[in-house]
């Protein structure tokens, strides 16, 4: 299996975002994770699409954008004209989920739907046809550097069994560093959000371990 690897900005410095943006590009990364919350559905308050959209500007990497947002449908139309490649939406925000699909597709992005801590996976089946990716949150969403919920594992295991033979990437996110890598990976995850570890410390270094701990 290909495992990806996608950096999160919301760990980066923001004081020097096109600096750790390029390093994480120039370091082999597959995706640059974009973290998007509004104040609402988490309490914590990142970007929108301007920001996004300048950030498009200066690096190339595919952009994986996260909406933590309480009405995606409003933003998604924005979030795909600033650059935005992959965007997932949570299946507990107050949208209407196939619509926001539809409106994802529509632009020609990649659709994916997004499950916290305490959601349970059936909430997705009816939609498994449409999507690209999933996302299992391995922390409950809102803040960086949270520690790892060690039940997400037999989560990650059941939903790689939901997804069959069917092109869906499995992303995971929370709490992913040179412990919990192999654990994740193991359980059928496929592609990786990691925000403290990676950006703690020499990327070029913290990308290669990653793929070393990936390929034993």
């Given at each position: 299996?290909?495992i990806?690897?996608?950096p999160?900005m ?7 975002l ?17 973290d ?8 914590n308050?990142t ?13 190339d990497?595919p952009?994986?954008?996260?909406l933590m947002?309480?009405?995606p ?12 490649d992959?965007?997932?939406v949570?299946?507990?925000?107050d ?5 926001c ?5 529509k632009k020609g ?21 449409q ?15 949270q ?6 594992t ?10 069959g ?10 709490g992913?560093?040179f ?12 592609v990786?959000?990691s925000g ?9 270094e913290n990308?290669?371990?990653f793929r ?5």
């Amino acid at each position: 299996m290909n495992i990806k690897i996608a950096p999160s900005m919301l760990s980066a410095d923001f004081a020097n975002l096109e600096r750790d943006l390029k390093e994480v590009e120039k370091n082999g990364a597959d995706y640059l994770h974009v973290d998007i919350m509004d104040g609402h559905f988490v309490p914590n308050i990142t970007i929108g699409p301007d920001q996004v959209a300048q950030l498009r500007k200066v690096v190339d990497i595919p952009f994986d954008v996260h909406l933590m947002i309480t009405e995606p449908l409003k933003y998604i139309d924005q979030f795909a004209d600033a650059g935005a490649d992959i965007i997932t939406v949570h299946v507990e925000s107050d949208g209407d989920i196939q619509a926001c699909l539809d409106a994802i597709v529509k632009k020609g992005v990649r659709p994916g739907l997004v499950v916290s801590p305490d959601t349970s996976l059936t909430v997705i089946e009816p939609y498994l046809d449409q999507l690209r990716m999933i996302l299992i949150m391995c922390v409950y969403p809102g803040f960086g550097g949270q520690s790892y919920i060690p039940a997400s594992t037999a989560k990650i295991r059941a939903c790689r069994q939901m997804i069959g033979n069917r092109n869906i990437d499995l992303q995971v996110d929370g709490g992913i560093n040179f412990n919990t890598l192999t654990e994740v990976v193991a359980a059928g995850a496929n592609v990786v959000v990691s925000g403290s570890c990676l950006f703690k410390g020499d990327m070029k270094e913290n990308i290669g371990q990653f793929r070393k701990i990936i390929q034993r």
